[in-house]
């Protein structure tokens, strides 16, 4: 699947672009600000509340937030790494296997597919969902409509099974996705399937893991990342522009007190 073809992609990878750099401009400029207004003296009342009387507090909430932010921005980045070189189908201990759905093939109930409202089956998913898939079952309890997921090459296919045929050498399962008028082009073997749907999903989110492993995504990740490099070094800026500023008004205080004196 060529995800730069797709529309949405696009279009998400353009807003967020756009918004992230937006952002780190904001950013520089509030710096550019604060550090001038303390110069200036615009802020010497704030100074003497925070640097002088809580700014251990303050700074080490702020240095904690942007490590914790940090940690957390470079765990999903290497996530979606790991996802692309799985195949986008990677498993979670104790929940079991997170595939990312790359066609719209489930995404709706083809009228061609009566089975579907016959039998109440409205578990369908939609490109770009993640979803939760289990081991699969024993091949006694694999069933008529049960949704699994078997390898196509170097694909993973999550199509419906709606037909189960025994012969000599074993058992054949014809499977098709519930928006498409037909089914698979050849029958599948048990060993083939490598899990069964749990019927769980979390919409759209995978096309922000799409986004994380594309050209695209890594200049994202390098801008918030610059930003995130940035800001401590900003930060020391700023205090030690505020530590200056807290001497000038202290002294000024000082010699204030010899002249009333």
Known sequence: MDIKQLPVYTITAAVVITLLIIIA???????????????????????????????????????????????LLFAVFVLSLYARTSGNYFPIKGVGSVHLVGSGSMSYKNEANGYLEENGLNNQFSTYDLIIIKEKPPQESLKLYDVVVYKKGDKQVVHRIVDITSYNEGT??????????????????????????????????????????SPLGYIAMALVMLTELAAPHFEKEIEAAAKNRLQIIEQAEKETDINNA
């Not at 037909?182 to 999903?201: E, L």
């Open 25 to 71: 401009y904001l950013y520089y400029s509030l710096y550019r600000y604060k550090l001038q207004a303390i110069n200036a003296g615009l802020e010497d009342e704030k100074i003497i509340d925070e640097y002088k009387n809580s700014k251990s507090k303050s700074i080490k909430a702020v240095e904690i937030a942007s490590v914790a932010f940090s940690i």
């Open 172 to 213: 054949a399962y014809i499977l098709r996705g519930d928006a498409n008028s037909a089914d698979d082009a050849y029958p599948i073997g048990y060993d083939d399937i490598i899990g069964i749907y749990s019927n769980k999903k979390i919409p759209m989110i995978g096309i922000f893991v799409l986004f994380l492993q």
